[in-house]
Nanobody
Framework: QVQLVESGGGLVQAGGSLRLSCAAS????????MGWFRQAPGKEREFVAA????????AYADSVKGRCTISRANAQNTVYLQMNSLKPEDTAMYYC????????????????????WGQGTQVTVSS
């Protein structure tokens, strides 16, 4: 079983940048596809970005495409989400998740596909 801990959230002005980190322990993340999701108050959890075990495949929600980049450093057991040109509508709790079911290049965009979750890190973007 893998444990995930997110960090890097905070308060930032619109147009600013943040880099979220997801540190894993217990197992190497090289055996998991990894994803980032977010949830704003009163809303359902939504997909942000995902990356395959190999790092070859990535996927992004339309709302963040061109502004966010997901990456992974398997040797450091860490996944990152670089977020640029932040908007107030990006305000949410951001969660890292791990999916053990995918092959070398597969990834998922639904929360139901992910088995392990972190506790989240809050991102607040002021206008």
């Amino acid at each position: 079983q893998v444990q995930l801990v997110e960090s890097g959230g905070g308060l930032v002005q619109a147009g600013g940048s943040l880099r979220l980190s997801c540190a894993a322990s217990g197992r190497t993340i090289s055996t998991y596809a990894m994803g980032w999701f977010r949830q704003a108050p009163g809303k359902e959890r939504e997909f942000v970005a995902a990356i395959s075990r190999s790092g070859v495949s990535t996927a992004y929600a339309d709302s963040v495409k061109g502004r966010c980049t997901i990456s992974r450093a398997n040797a450091q057991n860490t996944v990152y989400l670089q977020m640029n040109s932040l908007k107030p509508e990006d305000t949410a709790m951001y969660y890292c998740a791990a999916d053990p079911s995918k092959g070398y290049v597969g990834l998922g965009t639904s929360p139901r596909e992910y088995e392990y979750w972190g506790q989240g890190t809050q991102v607040t973007v002021s206008s």
